[in-house]
Every structure is written in C-alpha cells, then in structure tokens.
C-alpha cells in the first residue's frame, strides 16, 4: 500500500474532486480503502479455500462430489455478475454490491456450517452469485466516483489486494484447518467484512447511487438478457460436468451445454467480441485469451513439480508465492501517469511476457533444469498479468457510456470467468486423455502448457486490437446472434 500511495499522492484530477488528492487523499480515502479491503477479504477467501475443501470433502463423506464444489460457486457467479450489469445500470451499484457481499457472507455461513456435502455445494452457489454480484458492482463504483485519471491508481489498488491473500492464504488456511477445523475458514470471514463496509458504502450511496439519470424513473431489467444469464450459467455448468467425464455418454451434457452457451456468449458480450473487433469488444475479448490461458496452465504447476520433480506441495505451492508480487508490480505500472499514452504497446508487452512462461515453464520436465526456474518464469508471467487485467479494466470503463458500465463490466467479467472455466476443462481432458495423474507422462503436461502458449499468442495480437476503437456512445452490447 505504501507504493500506491507514493503513486496517487500526486495526481491531479478532474474538476469537481479534491484537487491533488489521489485514491487515498481525503476526497476518496475511506471509500478507496473501504473497496480494497472489501477485495482482499474475497481474496483472502478465494485463496484459502482450496486448503480447507479437501478436507472438508472428506469429513462431508463427499470426495466424488468435490468438483461441484468449484463448479457451482463458478456457474452462478456468472449468473450473478449479468444481474448485477442490469441492477448497477437502472438502480445504482449500491443494492447490488450490499447484496452481493450478504450473499457472499451467507454462502459462507451455509458452507461452514453444513453437515452434508449437498449443502456445503449450496453453501458455495450462494457464495458465488454473491461474488459475481459484489466484482461488478465495484467496477461501476470504479467508473461512477472516481474521475478517468485515477481509475488506473485504484484498479492498481484492487490488484495490490491480492498479493498478501496470495502468499499466506494457503498457509493462513492450513493452520487454522489444522488448529481449528476447516469450518472456521468459512465462518471467519463474514464477521470480517463489517468494518471495511462501514467504511465503504457511506461513501458509495453519496457518490454512486442511483441511476445515471436521476430524473428518470428506473429502468426495469431486461427479461431477455437475466434468460441468456441463465442460459450460459446451465450451460457451463453442463460443459464442466461432461469435462470431468470422458464416457460417451458425456457427449450429451457437453451438447446441451454448448447449445445454451453459444448463443448466451453471442447475446452478452459486445457485438464483434469473436472477431476481435477495434475497441471494446477487443479488450473484452482478451481479458478472456490473457485469464483464460494462464489459469489454466496455472493450475497443473504445483501437480507438475509435485509428481515430475518430487517436491513437496508446500514448496510446490510457494513456487507460485512470488508471482503475487509481480502481478500487483505490473498492475501499479499501468498506473503510471507518463505510460497512460502507451497503453496499447503496454498489454502486448504483457502478453508477450505471458506466452514466453507459458512456453518455458514446462522446462523443467527436462532433469537438467533447475525446478526453481519454474518460480522465476512465473513471476515475469505474473508481471505481465498485472500490465494486461488491470488495462483492461481500465480501458473498459473508458470506452463505456456511463449507463452500459454495468452491462460492459459484466461482458468483461463473463469473458474472465468463462474462459477460465473452458479453457480449464479443455486442458483437464487433454491431461487425463494423455494419462493424466499421479503418475502423468511428461507429455500430458507438456501438451497443457504449450497448448495455452497458443492461445495466449493470439492474445499478443488481440491486445494491438485494444486502442480506443469506438468512443462510449457507439459501446454497445451486441443482441443475441449477432
């Protein structure tokens, strides 16, 4: 936090705010660490979670069901983020964000006090539309209170919020399911949030409540695009059960999957998303090439060192520890005020950076290379993660008209959270298809990490796509089967 702040203290915004107050000045100070803390919670949470569900599993009796786990906090996030585009657009961030964190909090209690595997999978549904309610109704608080010159600084900030979850989480998480049980990582959490929401939303009903246009009565939601929210929700759910099956009869749910999601993705995401259209629809398109990707290649490092090099999972883990660091280092450039004018050239330096670890990474199935190299590689990789999600995010609000922000951040979180998912089932099935396990080949990880290399390449072009394209009144969002 000290680096943000030597960062923003000398800004100067736009008229209308404290002049040369930053993200931390007195203007925006309690709602800026208000948010952040808000993002470190959930991260904190997101982070720690993986420890506890094992073991959790097992005492639920509930080993064969521990993917619906994921799998259902996943697929109603993403119902939760379209609802929340809609609400945020016509009613104001406010309603949403309160009801997406008493969601979260809520999920949280369910799941930690559950007794049956069943109703910790609940629990985590809750939780998840909870998140995807909360992750976009602060992008439209972003694009509502603060002026476009501080928008880099407090994405910068949210970024910052993960690094300290990302390296004690797990260990935070093991020893309180060691000492205490695994159900106090869920119950711990919601009594947290209290403070930073004291702090938070005073500040947000008086900057950023209420519709755009206060005179005119609220908009009512658009039935069609909560149907299509439905739609890609059940369909990626369908897509990710049929994914951790390879029977034939798998076939069926990944059919009936992608026929709901084609033309729910085609409906929610910017017209000319698939094409990589100038502009908007680029810059969504990539968040979900840059997360997709590397997340998916992110999850097979710890099981690659593990079961190819013999280390522990804790040094396993730790391998991947520095890269927090130099995700928030490469969010906190964009931030910078002199490479505002570059920030093109900045996201396909970071992509680049991106497909350069992914390629190198699976060196280390080779003997000769050190296993430590696989730490150095993911940090640079890392660094260029936090160049390209926090441009994004930022060139996203500014190509939006204030009354599509909502309806924008949610495609861009879509694209986020989708990607993530397919490009995840897609490397698990071509893992499991080459004998992926404990005793994997070299090859199946081998075929996982050059695989995502690809399709962050194409990133690389995709982010020269990402320039100011069409300015925010022509930002629209496409109609299904567009």
């Given at each position: 936090?000290?680096?943000?702040?030597?960062?923003?203290?000398?800004?100067?915004?736009?008229?209308?705010?404290?002049?040369?107050?930053?993200?931390?000045?007195?203007?925006?100070?309690?709602?800026?660490?208000?948010?952040?803390?808000?993002?470190?919670?959930?991260?904190?949470?997101?982070?720690?979670?993986?420890?506890?569900?094992?073991?959790?599993?097992?005492?639920?009796?509930?080993?064969?069901?521990?993917?619906?786990?994921?799998?259902?906090?996943?697929?109603?996030?993403?119902?939760?983020?379209?609802?929340?585009?809609?609400?945020?657009?016509?009613?104001?961030?406010?309603?949403?964000?309160?009801?997406?964190?008493?969601?979260?909090?809520?999920?949280?209690?369910?799941?930690?006090?559950?007794?049956?595997?069943?109703?910790?999978?609940?629990?985590?549904?809750?939780?998840?539309?909870?998140?995807?309610?909360?992750?976009?109704?602060?992008?439209?608080?972003?694009?509502?209170?603060?002026?476009?010159?501080?928008?880099?600084?407090?994405?910068?900030?949210?970024?910052?919020?993960?690094?300290?979850?990302?390296?004690?989480?797990?260990?935070?998480?093991?020893?309180?399911?060691?000492?205490?049980?695994?159900?106090?990582?869920?119950?711990?959490?919601?009594?947290?949030?209290?403070?930073?929401?004291?702090?938070?939303?005073?500040?947000?009903?008086?900057?950023?409540?209420?519709?755009?246009?206060?005179?005119?009565?609220?908009?009512?939601?658009?039935?069609?695009?909560?149907?299509?929210?439905?739609?890609?929700?059940?369909?990626?759910?369908?897509?990710?059960?049929?994914?951790?099956?390879?029977?034939?009869?798998?076939?069926?749910?990944?059919?009936?999957?992608?026929?709901?999601?084609?033309?729910?993705?085609?409906?929610?995401?910017?017209?000319?998303?698939?094409?990589?259209?100038?502009?908007?629809?680029?810059?969504?398109?990539?968040?979900?090439?840059?997360?997709?990707?590397?997340?998916?290649?992110?999850?097979?490092?710890?099981?690659?060192?593990?079961?190819?090099?013999?280390?522990?999972?804790?040094?396993?883990?730790?391998?991947?520890?520095?890269?927090?660091g130099t995700w928030a280092l490469g969010s906190w450039l964009q931030s910078r005020p002199r490479l505002a004018p570059y920030r093109e050239r900045l996201m396909t330096a970071g992509m680049v950076l991106v497909v350069a670890a992914l390629a190198t990474a699976p060196s280390v199935l080779l003997p000769a290379?050190?296993?430590?190299?696989?730490?150095?590689?993911?940090?640079?990789?890392?660094?260029?993660?936090?160049?390209?999600?926090?441009?994004?995010?930022?060139?996203?609000?500014?190509?939006?008209?204030?009354?599509?922000?909502?309806?924008?951040?949610?495609?861009?979180?879509?694209?986020?959270?989708?990607?993530?998912?397919?490009?995840?089932?897609?490397?698990?099935?071509?893992?499991a298809a080459l004998g992926g396990g404990t005793a994997a080949h070299p090859a199946a990880f081998a075929v996982v990490f050059f695989a995502m290399a690809v399709v962050a390449l194409a990133g690389v072009w995709v982010a020269t796509r990402c320039g100011s394209g069409d300015r925010p009144a022509a930002a629209?969002?496409?109609?299904?089967?567009?």
């Amino acid at each position: 936090m000290s680096v943000l702040r030597s960062r923003v203290d000398d800004v100067v915004v736009e008229e209308g705010f404290e002049q040369g107050g930053g993200v931390l000045g007195r203007a925006h100070r309690a709602l800026s660490v208000g948010m952040v803390s808000v993002v470190f919670l959930i991260a904190f949470e997101a982070t720690a979670v993986g420890t506890a569900m094992p073991v959790a599993a097992r005492e639920l009796d509930g080993v064969a069901s521990y993917a619906f786990a994921f799998s259902g906090f996943f697929t109603t996030s993403l119902f939760g983020m379209v609802l929340a585009g809609q609400w945020a657009d016509r009613r104001g961030p406010l309603a949403a964000l309160t009801t997406g964190i008493g969601s979260f909090a809520a999920g949280l209690v369910i799941a930690g006090t559950a007794r049956t595997m069943w109703v910790f999978i609940l629990g985590r549904a809750v939780q998840g539309l909870g998140g995807g309610l909360v992750i976009v109704a602060l992008y439209v608080v972003v694009g509502r209170a603060y002026p476009e010159r501080l928008r880099p600084a407090i994405m910068a900030a949210f970024a910052a919020g993960w690094v300290v979850p990302s390296i004690v989480g797990p260990l935070a998480s093991g020893a309180v399911t060691e000492q205490l049980g695994w159900r106090w990582v869920f119950l711990g959490i919601p009594v947290l949030v209290v403070l930073p929401l004291a702090l938070a939303l005073p500040q947000i009903r008086r900057r950023a409540s209420g519709p755009v246009d206060a005179e005119a009565a609220p908009a009512p939601l658009d039935r069609r695009r909560i149907r299509l929210a439905l739609g890609i929700a059940l369909g990626a759910g369908l897509v990710q059960y049929a994914a951790q099956d390879l029977r034939p009869l798998s076939l069926i749910p990944a059919v009936a999957g992608a026929a709901l999601l084609v033309p729910a993705v085609l409906g929610l995401l910017p017209r000319g998303t698939y094409r990589a259209a100038r502009g908007l629809p680029s810059v969504v398109l990539l968040r979900g090439v840059c997360a997709g990707s590397f997340v998916a290649a992110e999850s097979f490092v710890p099981l690659m060192l593990v079961t190819q090099r013999g280390l522990s999972p804790t040094l396993a883990g730790l391998s991947l520890a520095a890269g927090g660091g130099t995700w928030a280092l490469g969010s906190w450039l964009q931030s910078r005020p002199r490479l505002a004018p570059y920030r093109e050239r900045l996201m396909t330096a970071g992509m680049v950076l991106v497909v350069a670890a992914l390629a190198t990474a699976p060196s280390v199935l080779l003997p000769a290379v050190p296993a430590w190299i696989v730490a150095v590689v993911w940090a640079f990789g890392c660094l260029g993660m936090g160049l390209v999600i926090s441009s994004t995010s930022v060139l996203l609000l500014r190509l939006s008209a204030p009354e599509e922000a909502g309806a924008n951040s949610a495609a861009l979180q879509i694209s986020d959270a989708l990607s993530n998912a397919l490009l995840l089932a897609a490397a698990g099935a071509a893992f499991a298809a080459l004998g992926g396990g404990t005793a994997a080949h070299p090859a199946a990880f081998a075929v996982v990490f050059f695989a995502m290399a690809v399709v962050a390449l194409a990133g690389v072009w995709v982010a020269t796509r990402c320039g100011s394209g069409d300015r925010p009144a022509a930002a629209k969002t496409a109609p299904a089967g567009s």
